[in-house]
């Protein structure tokens, strides 16, 4: 059983304010060389992330923290459970996204911080990244597929853009459809900048 809260939108039929609120802030870029409270952070994400077996990414907002860091699985998705190791994971820091090409694909996505849906989105089947990994050195890397996607929707959370905020279908729980339509009636927060 995940020890870590991951935050969201809402639970059980009740939408949160105050995670919302963090979860639409855009994230502070993490200074290097990192200080010791960003490594903490760093092992925390990636022991977060390794406790679940329902994710193949995670990014620190979902932890509660405003910095721009993400986790995600780069192999082992053929196995029987999802649940990673650390060889099968990547750690980037303060990424970004400097080229995207290939053709556009759509997929359906779920998002910890958004349960119980999914959403069709588009999105580049290739991507070039500039980011710091897990010791602070300056890294590019290229990412395709189902890998590219991740990878896009970790970098999302860092900006505070959400899986509701794409024009996609969006899949609901028959037995949840009007509290659905009533959040997705509303119009929902912009990102902000963070204040820590």
Known sequence: MPKTKIWTLW???QVNEEETKLLRTISKEIATP??????????GLLAAFLERD???GLAAPQIGVCKRAIVFKVKGFEEGSRKGSP???EILINPRVTQARGPEEVMAEGCLSCPEINVEISRPTEIK???????????TKRYTGFVARIVQHEID???GKLIVDYPGSVMVPR??????EEIFNKKTP????SNT
């Open 11 to 13: 639970t059980d039929g």
């Open 175 to 180: 037995d949840k459809r009007s509290f659905f």
């Open 34 to 43: 990192l200080c010791e409270a960003d490594r903490q952070l760093i092992e």
């Open 129 to 139: 990244v500039r980011a710091c990994d897990a010791s602070g050195k300056k890294i």
């Open 157 to 159: 959370h860092l900006d």
């Open 190 to 193: 912009e990102p902000t900048e």
């Open 54 to 56: 329902d994710a193949v």
């Open 87 to 89: 060889q099968d994971c």
